[in-house]
């Protein structure tokens, strides 16, 4: 399902390490050497070039990264040489200190990790920021959307397979009647969301259609214009079909006037050594573009091809 390309015979880190200094030395840099040697590196091997490299040259690879390079192109090669959980805190970081109603990358980086992944994002937050991401979610966030992003980012799911289908079906009936009294940030129905395993949420969603139906989803469009609600739906989207949560992002980040070149990155960056492949497929089906066209078609220069390299574009 990763969309990266890593060498079948990887060279040695200290290859990579002595290309990626000369990549900086001379006049102006060599964006297509830092391209082909981190495009192509899994996130283990991207540790140890970096450790290596400050080992080497007494500095970190992401302030000499910062140091030459500029713009979204800077942005998403450090997103990536990032150490996944140090990313996701950085992410999670700019999204409280950026907050709206509307922002989802808080939802988006509780509901889309497994548990572990989401506790070394919360201790890599500790490690960066002294303080730790429920603390700034909670002062940050405040009424419905604390209700739910607090419990959600506090969360360590059980993430196996097990289902109970008698908690399944009781649940999907305490669903249904908190959504048809409107009751959308009851605590019931947020305790569900935010502890159950995504393996018996999606049995209790399953029973939800069977028994009343609709999709939850349609069942919580009651106003299409109200925030919460939208953060509900996407919350049960990243939860049980992450996949169309982020064929969605990438839509929107593509389609509207002008790019949002934000999420653009941070879904390429968080999803390529994931999910891209479920993703691009979903692209395709959804928007009858292949989803490197319609990068190339809104990018362009060194973030452009970071992007392609990353999506695993054909012609590459």
Known sequence: MSTLTVPQQVPPVSEDVELLRKAFSGWGTNEGLIISILGHRNAAQRKLIRQAYAEAYGEDLIKALDKELSNDFERGVLIWTLDPAERDAALANEATKRWTSSNQVLMEIACT???????????????????????????QTSGDFRKLLFPLVSSYRYDGDEVNMTLAKSEAKMLHEKISNKAYSDEELIRILATRSKTQINATLNQYKNEFGNDINKDLKADPKDEFLA???????????????????????????????????RVVTTRAEIDMKLIKDEYQRRNSIPLDRAIVKDTHGDYEKLLLELVGHEDA
């Not at 506790?119 to 979610?137: G, I, P």
């Not at 990243?238 to 934000?262: H, Q, S, W």
């Open 113 to 139: 990790r497994s548990s572990n992944e989401l506790l070394l994002a919360r201790q890599a937050y500790h490690a960066r920021f002294k303080k730790s991401l429920e603390e700034d979610v909670a002062h």
């Open 231 to 265: 953060l509900l739906r996407a919350t049960v989207k990243c939860l049980t079909r992450p996949e169309k949560y982020f064929e969605k992002v990438l839509r929107l980040a593509i389609n509207n006037r002008g790019t949002d070149e934000g999420a653009l990155t």
